[in-house]
């Protein structure tokens, strides 16, 4: 599994299986594929025990395991691997936290997945597979009447967007974006803070991922073997969805507003080939790679209301993480890294502290479970927040946060940035996932 050409030949595997079509081919305005009814608002039906299965266990699958392992009433019955050994180690990491029975194991094809789906005793298929995977896996799920939870990005390309839209009408069955950044502490907080008008009435946010992977994207496992092949095709924002997802929940997107059109340019490629260069021995095959997506994506996007958002995209060059997580209205201002806030009418001109803020505003998420969620790690906390959260969601029998028109249209920024990237920065519609109920809920 660590040679190059084996890992290559598995994601052209995988890529039939939703016979994928390169994102700067894709239509923006690709037909709309009706459900059958609306899942905006679609409650759970309540249950005392959440019975999910895990499809992929590597690095991001393993955190989330162990995430949902600690939330009580979650039984983990089933994990799928191409790689079995993956699987055996989740067994054991569950047996450490107590669980009881094994969960069975399904692994050894790319398509063993479709066997855990078929389980009738899951109400839940969680997906930490290649991006490349997403979609298909998500679709067979949901047609076998299971909930799905998908890592980021949830698609690639509009057309897959719009599949996920429609087989969740189809089914009835909630594809929920597992977006762990919306449940990070200083977004939940300035979430509240937006609810209670302080920034009064929004104008322009900013969000990004920019983050320095390089090491990661020439690692030997884990990513390595399968995302810096992203950068092979595509042009564009190939990660939007950790900094877009607090800014949409900001502005209420797919409640109240919705993104509109959006304009995107990238930068020359040049840094994952200097790092190659001086990081791997002179006959490497890696050394004949040529990298397609730039350094930086910049994207601009107006919403329907007028607003505007900044998002960025870079994980090719060195710096500090950064997701930027900016919001602004007519009476003030709020940016992260570090979290400093205005207010009109403070006084002077310059940013102070959120701190005296985090009383009145904390999210009650945090005041509840922040001492465990800290204490089990996980990027601060946020991951186990948001697997609680989804937990908790479905015992109370409530809807989602975070529903299939959210992992859409995020999920959207970034197919949609490759073809306005491949179109000279064209201006481009953003599709209506919602079909107008945006304007009614």
């Known amino acids: 599994m660590n040679d190059n050409t084996t890992t290559r030949r598995n994601l052209l595997r995988m890529a039939s299986l939703a016979g994928l079509a390169g994102a700067a081919s894709a239509s923006p305005q690709a037909p709309p594929r009706p459900g059958s009814a609306s899942v905006y608002g679609l409650k759970f039906q309540p249950r005392e025990k959440v019975r999910m299965g895990i499809v992929g266990v590597g690095g991001r699958g393993t955190s989330l395991l162990d995430n949902f392992a600690a939330v ?47 389980r009738d005793d899951l109400d839940l298929v969680i997906i930490a597979t290649p991006w490349i995977s997403h979609v298909p896996i998500a679709v067979f799920a949901m047609k076998q009447g299971k909930h799905v939870g998908v890592e980021v990005p949830a698609a690639r390309t509009v057309e897959e967007c719009w599949e996920l839209v429609g087989t969740s009408e189809q089914t009835g069955r909630h594809c929920m974006q597992l977006e762990n950044c919306c449940y990070g502490y200083n977004e939940m907080l300035v979430w509240n803070m937006v609810k209670a008008g302080l920034f009064g009435e929004l104008i322009h946010g900013g969000a990004a991922y920019l983050h320095d992977l390089r090491s990661i994207l020439f690692s030997n496992e884990g990513e390595g073997l399968w995302r810096r092949e992203e950068h092979f095709r595509r042009n564009g924002n190939l990660y939007p969805t950790h900094g877009l997802g607090p800014v949409a929940h900001y502005m209420d997107i797919n409640r109240g507003d919705r993104f509109q059109t959006i304009v995107s340019m990238s930068s020359l490629s040049t840094s994952l080939a200097s790092y ?166």
């Open 72 to 118: 009580e009433s979650v039984e983990i019955r089933a994990l799928c691997d191409i790689v079995r050994e993956k699987c055996v180690r989740g067994q054991a990491r569950l047996a450490r936290a107590g669980q009881t029975a094994p969960a069975e194991i399904y692994a050894g094809s790319d398509h063993s997945f479709e066997a855990l789906a078929q």
């Open 276 to 441: 190659r260069d001086t990081h791997t021995a002179p006959d490497d095959p890696r050394r004949k790679e040529k990298y397609l997506c730039g350094d930086q994506n910049t994207s601009l996007i107006r919403t329907a209301r007028g607003r505007l958002i900044r998002l960025e995209h870079n994980v090719s060059s060195p710096q500090p993480y950064d997701r930027i997580n900016l919001i602004a209205g007519t009476k003030g201002i709020f940016k992260d890294y570090p979290p400093l806030v205005y207010l009109d009418g403070q006084g002077g001109e310059e940013f102070v502290s959120l701190d005296p803020y985090k009383q009145r505003f904390e999210a009650p998420l945090w005041t509840r479970m922040g001492e465990i969620a800290r204490k089990l790690g996980g990027h601060g906390g946020m991951d186990f927040l948001m697997c609680y959260r989804l937990v908790e969601c479905m015992r109370q029998g409530t809807a989602p946060d975070i529903d299939v028109y959210d992992a859409a249209a995020w999920s959207a920024a970034g197919a949609l940035s490759e073809i306005s990237v491949a179109k000279g920065s064209a201006p481009l519609e953003f599709p209506d996932f919602t079909r107008g109920r945006w304007q009614r809920v």
